[in-house]
């Protein structure tokens, strides 16, 4: 099998006449005559050209800022065209009030409308203004300690970027690199990064949460990093059996894209543990404090819509009969939905009626059942213009309500 193999390599290279390599390795060692590298951060704020390192004659001088209460400080302010490759910052103060606290906003060829506002925790990749350590293919936290992210973002005449301290604290440590690549032109027009960040603490039975509210334009959903701090008044119960849907143009009563799942979502199955794939994952699952935290990013899989695009989550959850029962005799908020049992599955949910599930019957099995919990998340996707029509970022009471 190995001659085989090897024989196999030696006659696809020979028919060639040359040895054939990937695109990524032709990449690495290509020279792009279309591309100039800047980095903006606070020792040479947005690049400029022999302009970096001036303060304390040429040693370490300015590697941080301040960010009093109430401030904004500027990552990158430019008038150019070109695409962020990666954005890196540390700050002194993790805490969950901090992260949710701090605003995070991006504006595209001077548009007046930021297309990027987030708590800035919720941006980098983990919700419920938490960090931990991991690494996907969009966002990393190497230690815990530090935010990248790694998202090409395109610009035709201008990119700024800011970040807003809605605390009440001084922040006093704030690092950052902003890195990015000046360009001639784009072979075709690109589309612009977008992300927004919502927030139900109780959502309505039978109603689903909207992970992405309906944008208009053309475009591509990227993905979302999707929170829950799950109600007490359903005990233990599983909280994901929620589907994702997603609307795609013109879409209405019913999407095109219907998943099975929470947990099915982002990959998993029976259930979901911490894990930290590439494009899936769940970096918080706390069965103490009732808190998840996951992903899924739609790059192996994309998303595109030409028109419109809407993307929800059933706010949907599970247990045995006679929990679900027993929670409805305790006054907590549900709909049962369908039961999964010996003689398969029996779906009986009415939106104008509530099935008893003591009626002589109703079979035993696992019983699903619209509840109501906290929501948060955080959208990206890409979009044909600099602005979208999606409202703007909830104030700070609002992101920090509850806050575990």
């Known amino acids: 099998m190995r001659y085989l193999v090897i024989c196999c390599v030696i006659f696809l290279t020979s028919c060639s006449g040359k040895r054939q390599f990937t695109d990524q390795s032709n990449q690495l060692f290509h020279f792009d005559e279309n591309m100039t590298t800047r980095w903006s951060s606070p020792e040479n704020l947005n690049g400029a050209k022999g302009a970096g390192g001036q303060e304390n004659n040429g040693a370490k001088g300015h590697a941080f800022d301040s960010l009093p209460a109430g401030k904004s400080i500027s990552l990158l302010d430019i008038k150019d065209m070109g695409i962020i490759r990666r954005i890196w910052i540390t700050i002194d103060d993790r805490s969950a009030e901090m992260l949710r606290s701090l605003r995070i906003d991006m504006y595209w060829d001077n548009a007046s409308k930021p297309a990027v506002s987030v708590p800035f925790g919720d941006f980098f990749g983990v919700g419920l203004g938490r960090t931990t350590t991991f690494e996907n293919a969009l966002f990393a936290n190497a230690e815990g300690r530090s935010f990248n992210c790694f998202i090409p973002m395109p610009f035709m005449k201008g990119a700024k970027i800011m970040v807003t301290n809605e605390s009440a604290k001084t922040l006093r440590l704030f ?196 509840r109501s919990d906290d929501y948060s998340s955080t959208a990206y996707f890409y979009l044909d213009r600099p602005e979208n029509n999606l409202p703007g970022l909830a104030p700070v009471s609002e992101r920090l309500f509850n806050l575990k």
């Open 175 to 370: 690092f950052f690199d902003v890195d990015y690549t000046l360009v001639k032109g784009f072979d075709e027009t690109p589309l612009y990064f977008h992300s927004s960040w919502r927030r139900d603490t109780a959502t309505q039975l039978a109603r689903d949460y909207e992970i992405l509210p309906a944008i208009q334009g053309k475009g591509r959903f990227l993905g979302a990093n999707i929170g829950v701090n799950a109600s007490p008044a359903y005990g233990k119960s599983w909280f994901g059996e929620g589907e994702v849907k997603i609307y795609l143009d013109g879409d209405q009563s019913f999407p095109t894209l219907n998943g099975t799942g929470t947990e099915d979502y982002i990959g998993t199955a029976w259930g979901q543990g911490m894990f930290i794939n590439r494009y899936t994952g769940c970096p918080i699952s706390n069965d103490s404090l009732m808190q998840w935290s996951f992903y899924r990013y739609h790059i192996p899989d994309p998303i595109y819509f030409r028109s419109d695009c809407r993307v929800t989550i059933q706010a949907i959850g599970g247990d045995i009969k006679k929990n679900v029962i027993n929670y409805l005799k305790q006054g907590a908020k549900l709909l049962p939905v369908s039961i999964a049992g010996e003689h398969g599955f029996t779906a009986f949910f009415k939106k104008d009626s509530l099935i008893n599930l003591e009626a002589q019957g109703v079979p035993d099995g696992w019983t699903n059942f619209y």
